[in-house]
C-alpha cells in the first residue's frame, strides 16, 4: 500500500503546482519506506534534508505567485510553511544527534501536515492562479 497517494481530489488545477506535489508525496513515501525498512541513518538523514530542500524550493513557487498575484492570505499562508519547515528542521536535528527516533508518529504527522495543507490551504489559491493563468 502506498503511504500518500496523490488523487485528483489533491488537484488545485494548476499543472505545475501538482506535479511539485506529485513529487512532495513521492518523497514523503521515500521517507516512510526508510522507515518502514529500518534503513541506515545516514539514509535517513538523505530522505529527510531531501524532503526539506523540495518542500523549500515548492513553498517558494507557491509564494512567488501569491505574492507576484496580490492573493489576500499570502502571509497566513507563508507563515504555514515556515512553521512547517522549521517543524521538519527540528525533527531533523533531534534525529541527528540521537534525541529522537523516527516513529509513526513522525511519519503521519508529515503526511497528515501535507493532506491537510493541500486540501484547506493550498486550495484557497487554486482560483486565482487559475484566472491568472498559471500553468
Ligand atoms: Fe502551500
Known amino acids: 500500500m502506498v503511504f500518500m497517494e496523490w488523487t485528483e481530489n489533491f488537484s488545485v488545477k494548476v499543472p505545475s503546482i501538482d506535479e511539485q506535489h506529485k ?11 526508510g522507515f518502514n525498512e529500518k534503513s541506515t541513518k545516514e539514509r535517513m538523514m538523505e530522505l529527510i534534508r531531501g524532503l ?22 499570502y502571509k497566513n499562508h507563508k507563515k504555514e510553511h515556515e512553521i512547517f519547515i522549521e517543524k521538519i528542521a527540528d525533527i531533523s536535528e533531534r534525529y541527528e544527534s540521537g534525541r529522537l527516533v523516527v516513529s509513526l508518529e513522525i511519519t503521519n504527522f508529515i503526511k497528515n501536515w501535507l493532506t491537510n495543507h493541500v486540501l484547506g490551504t493550498d486550495k484557497k489559491y487554486s482560483q486565482l492562479f487559475v484566472e491568472k493563468g498559471v500553468k
Do not use: C, V
Open 23 to 33: 513529487k512532495l508525496f513521492g518523497l514523503i513515501n521515500d521517507f516512510y519506506s
Open 52 to 73: 526539506k530542500d523540495y518542500a523549500l524550493y515548492h513553498f517558494s513557487t507557491e509564494e512567488k505567485y501569491m505574492e507576484m498575484y496580490n492573493f489576500p492570505g
